[in-house]
């Protein structure tokens, strides 16, 4: 498992050195801004939607590492997808930040189990996809994880 392991700690890192659609979005149509004030994480979340799915997708914004790889990873999970696949890959996500549970299959989202033993990290792991979710509902609250119980 230790290089599996390993290759989960590369995931993170290499989103964090290059963060994969970051910046604003001049033709999003939807926007939601993310806030964990427990750590200062800030994340603004740009959405193109065209029926009901995520044409393009981007984040832009300041925290910790796992804040801004976990935003940076969900672009790229989201992008083409459509409200409902988005909201069970955010449940599959939820899970594994929570319980530690590996992916059945190796997925990238596996790169944040290890999150699970710091739970006051989860909130930061979780922040990008809130926003994201917000973002597609059209919720023009902005997301705090002070709301959430997770
Ligand atoms: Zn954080």
Same mark, same amino acid.
């Given at each position: 498992?230790?290089? #599996?392991?390993? #290759?989960?700690?590369?995931?993170? =890192?290499? $989103?964090?050195?290059?963060?994969?659609?970051?910046? &604003? =979005?001049? @033709?999003?149509?939807?926007? /939601?801004?993310?806030?964990?004030?427990? %750590?200062?994480?800030? %994340?603004?979340?740009?959405?193109?939607?065209?029926?009901?799915? *995520? +044409?393009e997708?981007? !984040?832009?914004?300041?925290?910790?590492?796992?804040?801004? /790889?976990?935003?940076?990873?969900?672009?790229?999970q989201?992008?083409?997808k459509?409200?409902a696949?988005a909201? &069970?890959?955010?449940?599959? !996500?939820?899970?594994?930040?929570? @319980?530690?549970?590996?992916? +059945?299959e190796?997925?990238?989202?596996?790169? !944040? +189990?290890?999150?699970?033993? !710091?739970?006051?990290? *989860? &909130?930061?792991?979780t =922040?990008?996809?809130? /926003? +994201? #979710?917000? /973002? #597609?509902?059209?919720?023009?609250?902005?997301? @705090?994880?002070?709301? $959430? @119980?997770?």
């Amino acid at each position: 498992m230790s290089d #599996l392991s390993d #290759l989960y700690q590369q995931v993170i =890192l290499d $989103h964090n050195r290059r963060p994969r659609n970051r910046g &604003k =979005l001049p @033709t999003a149509n939807r926007v /939601a801004h993310g806030d964990n004030p427990t %750590c200062g994480d800030q %994340c603004n979340v740009y959405l193109r939607v065209e029926g009901d799915r *995520i +044409a393009e997708i981007s !984040f832009d914004g300041s925290g910790c590492a796992i804040s801004q /790889a976990s935003a940076s990873l969900m672009t790229t999970q989201l992008k083409g997808k459509t409200a409902a696949e988005a909201g &069970k890959l955010y449940e599959e !996500f939820h899970h594994i930040v929570t @319980t530690g549970e590996e992916p +059945a299959e190796i997925s990238d989202l596996g790169a !944040f +189990a290890g999150v699970h033993t !710091f739970p006051a990290r *989860i &909130k930061c792991a979780t =922040l990008g996809w809130h /926003a +994201a #979710l917000n /973002a #597609l509902k059209g919720d023009p609250a902005p997301a @705090t994880t002070e709301s $959430h @119980t997770d």
